[in-house]
């Protein structure tokens, strides 16, 4: 997971490069229309970046009642093994 978290750590900051530098593009030619432009790559950023912090979180989330209801189950396993006196 954390070399996959790396490489899109990696990914990310390039396409911010050339986002900026295409912005800085676009300003030398229309300030007005790169203005609008740098607005709306921060609003999706942003929504973006709330969208995959939601979605860790409730995966986190997720786990953990998983690995409590194996811990649970586990358990309850162990209290009711039959525990008897073997005559054979």
């Given at each position: ?18 986002i900026?530098?295409l ?16 607005i ?35 358990n ?9 006196d073997?005559?054979?």
């Amino acid at each position: 997971m954390k070399s996959f978290q790396r490489k899109w750590e990696g990914l990310e900051i390039t396409i911010i490069t050339v986002i900026v530098l295409l912005l800085l593009l676009l300003a030398y030619l229309n300030w007005a229309i790169a203005t609008l432009a740098l607005i709306i790559v921060v609003a999706a950023y942003l929504v973006n970046y709330n969208t995959l912090h939601n979605r860790r979180r409730l995966a986190r989330e997720q786990f953990s009642a998983m690995m409590k209801n194996v811990t649970q189950a586990s358990n309850f396993a162990l209290q009711n093994l039959p525990m008897g006196d073997c005559s054979c």
